[in-house]
């Protein structure tokens, strides 16, 4: 959960410089760069979202499990987890993918 909140930031910071680029530079090139960071910066942000949501959910499935069942818990649940760890993986890689394309952006247009 702390990386994903630390991503969140990232995006934020992130969509700090873009609206920067916006306001200095107003040519059809720039604005194209700045609309595709604009979306990608939306979507991230709402699968970082959706993706805490998914594991807070996990997580208190698997409590609960624990609680009742002596600390057993059910194949599903643990599978579920595997997955969410991948997906967060993924999450991670694409972020520090569109980092590094936003910095080719930004140093062109800061």
């Known amino acids: ?45 709402d699968y970082i979202n959706g993706l805490k949501d998914r594991i807070q959910t996990n997580l208190e499935e698997m409590t609960r499990e624990a609680e009742e069942a002596a600390g057993y818990l059910k194949e599903g649940n643990l599978s579920n987890f595997a997955l969410l760890e991948e997906q967060y993986d993924t999450e991670e890689k694409l972020i520090k993918e569109l980092r590094k394309e936003f910095n080719r952006f930004a140093a062109k247009w800061l």
């Open 1 to 45: 959960m702390r990386g994903l909140e630390f991503y969140n930031i990232e995006l934020n910071i992130l969509q700090e410089w873009l609206e920067e680029i916006a306001a200095g530079n107003t040519g059809q090139e720039a604005a194209e760069g700045v609309g595709h960071f604009q979306n990608q910066l939306l979507i991230h942000h």
